[in-house]
């Protein structure tokens, strides 16, 4: 029987920054019952981390994962990660950009959703507040089982190969029988090479738009939370907004704090003892 629940905190750099510093200590203060991994590539030195937290579990991978954004999405798109992580039910992704005020975990676990991240704005940021869909990744909750079965499912159309077609929505409007067959050697290869081979080749792709873009809609029965849930769960774009939606009480964490409206988050995360 699958465990139920881990928390895995992506690290890149043997030099966090100061405000990643205290999103890494904030995760074991607030998630410390559960099992937390840091995923770091092999080498990396961790002692500014063991500084703050002396002890806590690694799971190294091989350092290409970790190279640029792009492997980095595609690790978070690869069966190699998830099986990493196969004894649990679930998978909180817990990015050093993030921050996390309450321990609802095993709440949020019981709503058993595929997938939940903080809500998307269809201008980032901008005037128009218009939620477009849910899936940010930075601070996101997912079901292993789930996301490995997904992973056999979708023929990711790499918008970089088509000049006509760089909008990701415009490509899910391929269908019909020679896309069908596309798909079939799609899973074929991914039977060869244990891996999605549409993934793992593209020159261009964002981890999170495949789960809001390509599986929710494609695959059957594949719970997504809606935006009513998503904002009670995580805040990203739009902070401030999404607190007045929220009938002013705050989620139970966020992406991208210092990256849209530091000044809304400062007196929340100071209420925490961190100096901004």
């Known amino acids: 029987m699958a465990n139920k629940v881990c928390v895995v905190i992506p690290v890149h750099s043997a030099t966090p ?12 203060r ?29 799971q190294y991978i091989d350092k290409k994962w970790m190279q640029s954004k792009l492997n980095y999405n595609k690790l978070k798109m690869s069966q190699y ?3 990493l ?12 950009d993030a921050f996390v005020f309450a321990d609802e975990l095993d709440m949020w676990c019981d709503k058993d959703f595929d997938y939940i991240g903080a809500p998307w704005f269809s201008d ?12 940010n990744s930075g601070f996101s909750l997912r079901k292993v089982k789930t996301m490995q079965d997904s992973l056999k499912k979708v023929f990711y159309v790499d918008p970089t190969k088509f ?11 391929f269908k019909g029988p020679i896309f069908k067959q596309l798909r079939k050697l799609s899973k074929l290869k991914s039977l060869l090479y244990k891996e999605n081979a549409t993934i793992q080749k593209a020159d261009f792709l964002f ?13 059957a029965g594949f719970n997504l939370a809606p935006a009513d849930e998503a904002r009670k769960f995580s805040f990203e774009v739009n902070p401030e907004l999404l607190y007045e939606m929220n009938n002013s009480k705050l989620p139970m964490g966020c992406h991208a704090w210092w990256l849209y409206n530091l000044e809304f988050w400062k007196p929340f995360i100071e209420n925490y003892g961190y100096r901004l």
């Open 17 to 28: 920054e100061y405000f990643e510093l205290i999103s890494f200590q904030q995760c074991f």
């Open 30 to 58: 607030v998630l410390g019952k559960h099992p937390i991994f840091v995923v770091a590539p092999h080498g990396l030195d961790l002692s500014a981390y063991k500084a703050l937290v002396p002890e806590f579990k690694v």
């Open 81 to 83: 990660f998830y099986k």
């Open 85 to 96: 992580f196969q004894q649990y039910t679930y998978l909180l992704t817990y990015e050093l």
């Open 124 to 135: 980032i940021p901008g005037e128009d507040h218009n939620i477009i869909g849910v899936g």
């Open 163 to 173: 000049s006509a077609f760089r909008n990701q929505k415009l490509i899910m409007k």
């Open 207 to 219: 981890e999170d738009k495949i789960v809001f873009e390509f599986m929710a809609p494609g695959i």
